[in-house]
């Protein structure tokens, strides 16, 4: 069964940080470029960080850089966001997909060649 599942999200106090993780079954996660996208409640979904299958070249957008990054660990068929100095604007349910683009910008920005996604791991920032 092909599937992308995410772990590591919970509720934590602005200034902490959590890891999430996106494990894939059924297919190999190499060939692929792979991102996390957030949405919070009543707003469009975002692209937050994406990672090339190719040379690792990465895109994280705006609001989230300096504080997460994202690796990959091909040998455990798994990637990773690590998301530090975390804001209430944080707050949002955490999904991770695997796609073929050229970019990474254009599958974090445009989710273009998207072929799977996980169901998502919930973030909560509040004091």
């Known amino acids: 069964q092909v599937q992308l599942v995410e772990s590591g999200g919970g509720s934590v106090q602005p200034g902490g940080s959590l890891r999430l993780s996106c494990a894939a079954s059924?297919?190999?996660?190499?060939?692929?470029?792979v991102g996390w996208f957030r949405q919070a409640p009543g707003k469009v979904r975002e692209g937050v960080s994406c990672i090339s299958s190719s040379d690792g070249s990465t895109y994280y957008a705006d609001s989230v850089k300096g504080r997460f990054t994202i690796s990959r660990d091909n040998a455990k068929n798994t990637v990773y966001l690590q998301v530090n100095s975390l804001k209430p604007e944080d707050t949002a349910v955490y999904s991770c997909?695997?796609?073929?683009?050229?970019?990474?910008?254009?599958?974090?920005?445009?989710?273009?060649?998207?072929?799977?996604w996980g169901q998502g791991t919930q973030v909560t920032v509040s004091s």
């Open positions: 059924g297919f190999t996660l190499d060939y692929y470029n």
């Open positions: 997909a695997a796609a073929i683009t050229p970019t990474v910008q254009a599958m974090c920005v445009a989710r273009s060649g998207v072929r799977y």
